[in-house]
């Protein structure tokens, strides 16, 4: 059953059941109207992996890794289901990249791939916000991918058998589908990311390890509507807001 954290129409931040049009806790449930969804975790970091599908290295011109790359997010990224994210003004390209994203339920250093799943609390889709324009100009992405509310997450986390070893990752803008793949064709998977990741930090529970993004992305747009759908856990919707 997946967790979601939501605020209930008394003000009150709750952990709660996700049951798709609705949420539940304690003997209640609650219309999505009613409340508001937050981000389904609370991290530290958002450790992202660059170039983790084969397509979408070749879409960037790029040679598929030797090992994974990697970069930061901050807390200040994050925003969550139903959000209207208001993007940087006067860029040329904001790029949407739908992602599997990992939730860590333990501390985790030094974890060797064979154990790194019973670190694992769960799945959630994440959109990878990037802007491209000054993300070219940077060596550390900050102006690139750190942001505000540059990493829709959510709505909700699903525990790992819920989320088959092939699930189907989909991203759409408007309703046109714009990127569609599987978890099957990561170049590292995740309990390799969570090996290499804890051999140089330590993951604290509730931090999030985003797996990579697949071939399709491109900008967005002022007023876009934007939804990633992860098999297993159910769809991340949010707006774009270009001032």
């Known amino acids: 059953m997946s967790g979601v954290r939501f605020r209930d129409p008394a003000g009150s931040v709750r952990e709660g059941t996700w049951h798709g049009d609705a949420v539940a806790f304690g003997g ?20 992202c992996v660059g170039l983790n599908y084969a397509d979408h290295a070749a879409e960037r011109g790029k040679d598929v890794p030797d090992r994974p790359l990697l970069f930061l997010k901050p807390p200040n990224t994050l925003s969550g289901h139903g959000d209207t994210v ?11 990249e739908a992602e599997i994203a990992v939730v860590m339920g333990r501390s985790a250093r030094n974890v060797d791939a064979a154990d790194a799943m019973d670190y694992v609390a769960g799945f959630t889709p994440l959109n990878d916000l990037s802007n491209r324009d000054d993300q070219r100009e940077e060596t550390n992405w900050v102006r690139g991918k750190a942001f505000d509310n540059a990493a829709p997450v959510g709505p909700a986390v699903a525990p790992p058998a819920d ?6 990752i989909e991203l759409r803008v408007n309703g046109e589908v714009r990127q569609s793949s599987s978890r099957d064709q990561f170049i ?11 051999t140089y930090l330590t993951l604290e529970p509730g931090d999030v390890v985003s797996t990579g993004t697949p071939s399709g992305v491109a900008p967005l747009a002022d007023g876009d509507s934007v939804e990633v759908d992860l098999e297993g856990v159910g769809t991340l919707e949010h707006d774009v807001r270009i001032p």
């Open 163 to 168: 989320v088959p070893s092939d699930a189907d």
């Open 86 to 96: 208001t993007l940087p003004a006067g860029k040329d390209r904001i790029d949407h």
């Open 188 to 198: 590292f998977s995740v309990p390799e990311l969570i090996e290499e990741i804890t």
């Open 28 to 47: 209640e449930t609650y219309d999505l109207d009613a409340v508001e969804v937050l981000p389904p975790c609370e991290p530290e970091k958002i450790v």
